[in-house]
């Protein structure tokens, strides 16, 4: 029987690919069949990910490195897919900031933190546009956050140092939002534009023990994700499974904004 999630035959694009997310997407699209290319800040390969996967160092807040690692893609026979996966400016993955409260955001932080969110997706996207038009199409998956949809409640983070800043939301709320003009403006050049919104996906053995009861009660299952659980809708959204969908955001949070 055919694999409708099958990616074989497919160059995908996984920006972000060695991070604590990042590293398990790149696991299961290999099962699944891609050729993946990761883009990472640093081209160090993953000790168990080595078979149909290329390291591509690039700086993603640089445009000129972002189209120079399209090209190398397409010179590798076209591209079919692009993860949009890394974030920097912080509050990815629980991180420690060193600017949490919102009085504090001057202009210069603030827009290095929405250049980090949305920003990085725009910059991708756009630079993609003219090698998947070459391809005759295909398809982007953005990896938005919970806090692109509600906000934070700052009474459990306390002095963690784990607050999600001003701009992280902000910038997230923009991913959900490119997703879907960017679906509606690239349909006609039969690109499909999808987003992950992601709950909260700690990682458990560097959260205090304390905290993570507290995120666990914020959902409706009473536990954080594990990375392999956004494995299923990530696939779905990268292959043929999902060829009916476009401007679609994709919740994966225990039931977190559910209530
Ligand atoms: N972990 C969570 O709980 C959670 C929840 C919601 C959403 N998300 C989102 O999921 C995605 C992955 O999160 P994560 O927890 O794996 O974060 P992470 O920080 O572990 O991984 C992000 C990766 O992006 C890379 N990156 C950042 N800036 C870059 C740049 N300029 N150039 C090249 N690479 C760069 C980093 O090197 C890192 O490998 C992010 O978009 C994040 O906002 C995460």
Same mark, same amino acid.
């Given at each position: 029987?055919? @694999?409708?999630?099958?990616?074989?035959?497919? @160059?995908?694009? $996984?920006? !972000?690919?060695?991070?604590?997310?990042?590293?398990?997407?790149?696991?299961?699209? $290999?099962?699944?069949?891609?050729?993946?290319?990761?883009?990472?800040?640093?081209?160090?390969?993953?000790?168990?990910?080595?078979?149909?996967?290329?390291?591509?160092?690039?700086?993603?807040?640089? #445009?000129?490195?972002?189209?120079?690692?399209?090209?190398?893609?397409?010179?590798? /026979?076209?591209?079919?897919?692009?993860?949009? @996966?890394?974030?920097? &400016? &912080?509050?990815? /993955?629980?991180?420690?900031? +060193?600017?949490?409260?919102?009085?504090?955001?001057?202009?210069? #932080?603030?827009?290095?933190?929405?250049? &980090?969110?949305?920003?990085? #997706?725009?910059?991708?996207?756009?630079?993609?546009?003219?090698?998947?038009?070459?391809? @005759?199409? !295909?398809?982007?998956?953005?990896?938005?956050?919970?806090?692109?949809?509600?906000?934070?409640?700052?009474?459990?983070?306390?002095? *963690?140092?784990?607050?999600? %800043?001003?701009?992280? /939301?902000?910038?997230?709320? /923009?991913?959900?939002?490119?997703?879907?003009?960017?679906?509606?403006?690239?349909?006609?050049?039969?690109?499909?534009?999808?987003?992950?919104?992601?709950?909260?996906?700690?990682?458990?053995?560097? +959260?205090? %023990?304390?905290? $993570?009861?507290?995120?666990?009660?914020?959902?409706?299952? &009473?536990?954080?994700?594990? %990375?392999?659980?956004?494995?299923? %809708?990530?696939?779905?959204?990268?292959?043929?499974?999902?060829?009916?969908? *476009? !401007?679609?955001?994709?919740?994966?949070?225990? !039931?977190? #904004?559910?209530?």
């Amino acid at each position: 029987m055919q @694999n409708i999630f099958s990616l074989h035959g497919k @160059n995908v694009i $996984l920006t !972000g690919g060695c991070g604590n997310l990042g590293r398990v997407m790149a696991k299961y699209l $290999l099962d699944y069949g891609a050729n993946l290319f990761i883009a990472a800040r640093t081209a160090t390969p993953i000790a168990d990910l080595t078979r149909n996967v290329h390291y591509l160092k690039c700086d993603l807040s640089d #445009t000129d490195a972002i189209r120079s690692m399209f090209a190398t893609v397409d010179a590798a /026979g076209g591209i079919d897919v692009l993860i949009n @996966n890394a974030a920097y &400016g &912080g509050g990815a /993955g629980g991180k420690k900031m +060193t600017k949490t409260r919102m009085e504090d955001f001057d202009d210069e #932080t603030w827009e290095y933190g929405l250049a &980090g969110t949305v920003g990085v #997706t725009f910059r991708c996207i756009r630079e993609s546009i003219p090698f998947f038009k070459k391809n @005759n199409g !295909g398809v982007i998956v953005n990896i938005a956050s919970m806090y692109g949809m509600v906000a934070p409640d700052h009474s459990i983070y306390g002095d *963690t140092g784990a607050n999600s %800043p001003v701009t992280y /939301g902000a910038g997230k709320a /923009g991913v959900i939002q490119l997703t879907k003009y960017s679906a509606s403006y690239l349909a006609k050049d039969n690109i499909r534009v999808n987003s992950i919104t992601p709950g909260p996906f700690p990682k458990v053995s560097a +959260t205090d %023990p304390d905290f $993570l009861k507290i995120l666990q009660g914020k959902t409706m299952l &009473g536990r954080t994700g594990s %990375p392999e659980e956004l494995a299923g %809708p990530l696939l779905l959204l990268c292959s043929d499974a999902s060829s009916f969908m *476009t !401007g679609a955001n994709i919740v994966v949070d225990g !039931g977190w #904004t559910a209530w």
